[in-house]
Every structure is written in C-alpha cells, then in structure tokens.
C-alpha cells in the first residue's frame, strides 16, 4: 500500500530512483526491501497494524545493512512498537529522538511524544513537514494534538497517515 512518493527532503538530496537510505544495497536485496514496504498496509496512526513479511525480513542478514535507527523505523512500519522503542530510546541523536516521538504517538502517549519532539529540536525535516503540510504540522506539537483528535474521532484520519508516511521516508533518509 505505501509507495514511495517522495524521497527526498531538504536534508536528503537524492536523484537515485531509491531512497537514499537504501543507496548501500545491491539492486536484488532492495527490491526485495521495497516489495515488502510496498505490500505492506499504510502503518496506522496508532499500534499496528503487523506486517509479517516485513518483520520476518528484518530478522534476516539484510537488515543488518542498515544503521540501527533505521532499523527503528522499519520496526515501526512493521507495526512492532516495542521493537523500535527498544532502538530508539538509546540513541541520543536528534533522529533518534524523532523515532522515539513518533513511537510515543502511534502507541497514544501524546504527552511523551511531545516531550521527546522537544527533544528533537530544530530540524529541517519538521520545517519541510511544515512547508508541505501547513494545514496539518505547522509543527511537531500541532501534528501530535491532530493526530490525537483524528484517533478519537476518526475524521482526518487519511490525511495524518500521509503526513506521517513522508515523515518516515524523509527520516530513513537521515536516519
């Protein structure tokens, strides 16, 4: 269901037809990475849903290629969110906490995702997010209270998730 519609952001140039993020790899093991991205569901705002043909590939040796913060965002469209949260809460970088904050908010702790999008300070991915969603993510804080009242009332519900999907591609890249 998610494709790649956008790989780049202002901090991650890219004019390859992969995402920068999957640069290192050999042409076979990224389409197997992007079929299985491809073939999962759009990752929901909240926990799930479980996308087995992808957390069974991030158990195999080709996920070893990738950085562990990366492998934090697979995990989180994998649907696992304990797995992610496991990376994440280590890593003290800025990504890291970015990972951390949209962790907290898919799982509905709102407050926590606040604190760690604090975390993350100034980044240019939270600026570009605004750029291009103005309605949604003028910033980090506005986008968690939106997605907090499309989870309760189901209205925008599509509009978060695609918000949320660039946001993931745009950090792999950095990540």
Same mark, same amino acid.
């Given at each position: $269901?998610p494709?790649?519609? &956008?790989?780049?952001? +202002? +901090?991650a140039a890219n004019? +390859?037809e992969?995402p %920068?993020w999957? =640069?290192?790899l050999?042409?076979a093991?990224a389409?197997?990475?992007v079929?299985?991205i491809e #073939?999962?569901?759009?990752? /929901?705002l909240?926990?799930? !849903?479980?996308?087995?043909?992808?957390?069974e590939l *991030?158990?195999?040796?080709s #996920?070893?290629? @990738?950085t562990s913060?990366q492998r934090s965002?697979?995990w989180l469209?994998?649907g696992?969110? &304990?797995? +992610?949260h496991t990376?994440?809460q280590?890593? /003290?970088?800025s990504? /890291? =906490?970015?990972?951390? /904050?949209? $962790?907290h908010r898919?799982?509905g &702790? @709102?407050?926590?995702?606040?604190?760690? @999008?604090?975390? %993350?300070?100034?980044?240019?991915? *939270?600026?570009d997010l605004?750029? $291009?969603? !103005?309605?949604?993510? #003028?910033?980090?804080d506005? @986008?968690?209270d939106n997605? #907090?009242?499309?989870v309760?009332?189901g209205q925008?519900v599509d509009?978060c998730?695609?918000?949320q999907?660039?946001?993931?591609q745009?950090?792999?890249? %950095?990540?």
């Amino acid at each position: $269901m998610p494709n790649f519609d &956008d790989y780049t952001s +202002s +901090s991650a140039a890219n004019s +390859s037809e992969r995402p %920068v993020w999957m =640069s290192g790899l050999d042409d076979a093991t990224a389409k197997t990475w992007v079929r299985a991205i491809e #073939a999962a569901e759009m990752p /929901g705002l909240g926990d799930g !849903p479980y996308q087995k043909e992808l957390a069974e590939l *991030l158990e195999s040796d080709s #996920a070893k290629q @990738f950085t562990s913060l990366q492998r934090s965002g697979l995990w989180l469209l994998a649907g696992d969110l &304990d797995r +992610s949260h496991t990376i994440s809460q280590d890593e /003290g970088s800025s990504e /890291g =906490s970015f990972w951390h /904050g949209i $962790m907290h908010r898919r799982e509905g &702790d @709102f407050g926590n995702a606040k604190y760690w @999008f604090r975390r %993350v300070g100034r980044h240019s991915i *939270l600026s570009d997010l605004s750029g $291009m969603y !103005p309605e949604l993510h #003028a910033d980090a804080d506005e @986008f968690v209270d939106n997605v #907090a009242r499309a989870v309760r009332s189901g209205q925008n519900v599509d509009e978060c998730q695609q918000v949320q999907w660039t946001e993931w591609q745009w950090l792999m890249n %950095v990540s």
